[in-house]
């Protein structure tokens, strides 16, 4: 669903068209093909993936999106959006990707990230904010703004071992 999200806003927004190559813009993207990619040894290679690579907020409370570090995004909860007017709702989301989801409690489906500090339900990362996490990336990345994490080749990284 991201990569559909994205390559509609960069083909809508910027006029980057879609690529037929494993490729988001000009950007190619680090699929996982092997097993053993970097850390990930016995990895599922099935489908396309790559690896996430967050953008995480010093100062959470800037969004409103309470108090999420995983979050690229500005949040509007729906008491807001009724309040606002047709003006000031069109300038927060004019030229934007807009996702609707749900962060509360007991809803959607929460999800554990590298950032996530203890285990209880309440304080995993709503899908919304991972979904959010990985257009973000693939818009950068085909912008030119920002690279994809990557792996050496099984020989690379026996050599940088070897040679510590």
């Known amino acids: ?32 093909r092997r097993s053993s990619f970097g850390g990930y040894h016995g990895a599922n290679v099935a489908g ?9 907020l010093d100062e959470p409370s800037q969004t ?11 949040c509007i909860s729906v008491g807001r959006f009724l309040e606002m007017s047709v003006d000031e709702l069109r300038s927060q989301v004019e030229n934007k990707i807009v996702l609707i ?4 409690n007991g809803y959607g489906d929460p999800w554990r990230t590298p950032y996530t500090k203890v285990a209880s339900f309440d304080r995993q990362v709503p899908g919304v904010f991972l979904q959010a996490q990985m257009i973000s990336q693939l818009v950068s ?13 099984d020989w690379q990284g026996a050599v940088w071992i070897a040679g510590w």
Request: aromatic content about 6%.
């Open 48 to 56: 396309s993936q790559i690896l996430l690579n967050y953008r995480i």
């Open 64 to 74: 409103g999106c309470g108090g999420v570090v995983e979050t690229p995004v500005d």
């Open 101 to 104: 989801g749900t962060t509360a």
């Open 141 to 153: 990345a085909a912008l030119g703004e920002r690279t994809f994490i990557g792996s050496w080749k």
């Open 1 to 32: 669903m991201s990569l559909l999200i994205a390559n509609r806003y960069l083909k809508e927004a910027h006029g980057i068209a879609e690529s037929e190559r494993v490729a988001i813009g000009e950007a190619a993207l680090p699929v996982l």
